[in-house]
C-alpha cells in the first residue's frame, strides 16, 4: 500500500437554502475524499426574520458546528493510511480545540487500534495557534453567548430500546419548558418509518453519504474499523439543533457505556467511547466554548444502567414497538447490500444475545420468541456469548452491551422468573447496586427522569 505523509482538510461547503452540505479531505493532496450531508431545515428558517445582529450571531454558530462536524467526521478518512501529519486548510484551532480533537480521535479509534495491533501513543497531534489570543481574534468560535432564542427538544432517534424509552418518557411530561418536541435521525429513513408512525411526533431526517473513494481503498488494504459515530452524530445534532431552533438535545447513553472492553498500552479500550460520561462533559464543554452557550447536549438516561433501562422498555414501550425496533447492530452495517430495510434481530450476535439477557426476566417465552423468531436462549451462536458478556473472558465484546454484572443480574431474575431454566448454569452470586448514577443533564430534565421513577 501506497503511504501518506499528511492528511489534509480541504474545505466544506454548506447551502443554506438546501441543507447540503459537502466535506472535503485529501491524502497529499492525491488521494480526495468527498462526502455529502442533508439537513432539514424547519419552516420559518431561523436565517429568516432575525435582527441584523441575532442574524450575524445564527451564522456564526452555524458555521462553527459545521466546522467541527467537518473535522470530527475527517476520522473515517485518517484511519484508512494514518499518516503522521494532520493539516488543516483556512482553519487555525485553538490549543483546547486541538486537544478535544486529539483526545476523541485518540480514544475513539481505540478499538482499532486494538484491532489493528497499533500503537497509538503520540500517533495524534492536531495543529493549533501557540500564541495567546482574544476570543474575537478566533474566527473558529465567534459569538457563542449571542442567544438565538432557542426553545424546544430535539431528540435523537437510534431505532432501539433506549431512545424510545427516552422518547416515551419525555412525551409523558408535562413541563412546558421542553416544548415543542421533535425526534431526529442521521439515515435509515426507511427502515425507521413503522417507528416514527407510532411515535408520532414531528420528525427532521438527516442524509449522510460517505464518499465511495472510502469503501475503494478499505478493499485495496486501506485500514478499516471502528469509528466513534457518536462524536459525529454529536455535531450533527448540534448543526440540526440550530438549524432548526432547538435547543435541548437529549441523547440515550446509559452509565453503563462507560466501563471498558480491554486495556492496551495503559490505555482504556471502550467501544462506546463516544457515548460515556467523559465524552459526553467534554463535547458540552467544546460547544459551549466554542459553539453555543443555548444549544444543551446530554444524555437523558445517564443515571440509569442497562437492565433498569430494559425494566422500564418492557412495562412502558415493548406493547406499542415491538414489530418495528430493534437494538441488533447488523441492520446498519454500511455494506448491507440486503433489500430487505425493515428492523430484525440476527440472532446471532452479542449485541442479540445481551438484549436477550437484559429482556428475560421482564417478558415470557412467547415475547422473546416473537421478537426474535427464535428460541433464542437454544441457539448456540447466542450461548456463546454469554461468558464473554459475564467477564469470563479475555474482554467483553466491542459492541454496545452493558455491564458484566448487571448481564449476571439478569440471568439470575430470569432463573427466578421460573421461564428461563436453561440459563441455571450461568447463574451466579451477584450484588448489583441499581442507584442513580452521575449525570449531566439539565435540572429539569433530571427531574422528568426522577418523577418517572415513581
Not at 359 to 371: E, G, S, T, V
Not at 425 to 454: G, Q, R
Request: proline residues 5%; charged residues 20%.
Amino acid at each position: 500500500m501506497k503511504t501518506y505523509e499528511t492528511f489534509i482538510f480541504e474545505d466544506f461547503r454548506f447551502d443554506p437554502d438546501t441543507g447540503a452540505l459537502s466535506l472535503r479531505y485529501s491524502l497529499d493532496e492525491e488521494l480526495y475524499f468527498e462526502e455529502q450531508w442533508n439537513f432539514p431545515i424547519s419552516p420559518p428558517s431561523p436565517l429568516l426574520n432575525q435582527e441584523e445582529e441575532s442574524l450575524a450571531a445564527f451564522k456564526n454558530q452555524l458555521q462553527s458546528a459545521i466546522q467541527g462536524l467537518w473535522i470530527m467526521c475527517g476520522i473515517s478518512y485518517y484511519k484508512a493510511h494514518l499518516p503522521k501529519n494532520i493539516l488543516i486548510k483556512n482553519i487555525v484551532l485553538s490549543k483546547s480545540q486541538a486537544v478535544f480533537f486529539d483526545k476523541i480521535y485518540l480514544h475513539g479509534l481505540g478499538e482499532f487500534f486494538y484491532e489493528n495491533k497499533i500503537d497509538p501513543r503520540g500517533l495524534i497531534n492536531f495543529p493549533y495557534e501557540k500564541k495567546e489570543r482574544n476570543v474575537e481574534d478566533n474566527s473558529f468560535s465567534p459569538s457563542v453567548s449571542q442567544s438565538l432564542n432557542l426553545s424546544g427538544t430535539l431528540i435523537p432517534v437510534g431505532g432501539g430500546k433506549d431512545s424510545l424509552t427516552t422518547i416515551e418518557l419525555i412525551k409523558k411530561s408535562e413541563n412546558l419548558e421542553i416544548l415543542p418536541l421533535s425526534t431526529w435521525a442521521v439515515g435509515h429513513g426507511d427502515m425507521f418509518g413503522p417507528m416514527l408512525e407510532k411515535i408520532d411526533l414531528p420528525h427532521l431526517q438527516v442524509t449522510r453519504k460517505i464518499c465511495p473513494n472510502l469503501i475503494t481503498e478499505n478493499k485495496k488494504g486501506g485500514l478499516n474499523g471502528h469509528i466513534p459515530i457518536s462524536s459525529i452524530l454529536a455535531f450533527s445534532s448540534v448543526v440540526t439543533a440550530l438549524l432548526n431552533g432547538k435547543k435541548y438535545i437529549p441523547l440515550s447513553n446509559e452509565s453503563s457505556a462507560n466501563e471498558a472492553n480491554v486495556e492496551m498500552y495503559g490505555m482504556e479500550i471502550n467501544h462506546q467511547y463516544s457515548k460515556t460520561l467523559e465524552f459526553e462533559q467534554n463535547f458540552q464543554g467544546y460547544v459551549k466554548e466554542n459553539i453555543s452557550e443555548e444549544v444543551e447536549y446530554f444524555s437523558f438516561l445517564r443515571p440509569l444502567k442497562e437492565i433498569h433501562i430494559a425494566q422500564i422498555f418492557c412495562s412502558i414501550c415493548f406493547d406499542t414497538y415491538r414489530d418495528c425496533f430493534s437494538s441488533c447492530n447488523r441492520n446498519f452495517k454500511i455494506e448491507s447490500s440486503t433489500t430487505d430495510r425493515n428492523m430484525r434481530w440476527c440472532g446471532q450476535c452479542s449485541k442479540c444475545a445481551f438484549v436477550a439477557c437484559i429482556f428475560a426476566p421482564f417478558l415470557d417465552r412467547k415475547q422473546m420468541h416473537n421478537l426474535f423468531g427464535c428460541e433464542i436462549f437454544k441457539q448456540k451462536e447466542i450461548l456463546k456469548f454469554v461468558p464473554e458478556l459475564l467477564g469470563q473472558t479475555e474482554h467483553k465484546p466491542f459492541e454496545c452491551v452493558g455491564e458484566y454484572d448487571e448481564v449476571q443480574y439478569g440471568i439470575n431474575a430470569a432463573v427466578d422468573s421460573e421461564n428461563w431454566p436453561e440459563l441455571e448454569c450461568f447463574k451466579n452470586t451477584i450484588n448489583l447496586d441499581l442507584a442513580l448514577n452521575n449525570h449531566s443533564m439539565p435540572e429539569l430534565f433530571y427531574t422528568i427522569l426522577n418523577n418517572s421513577m415513581d
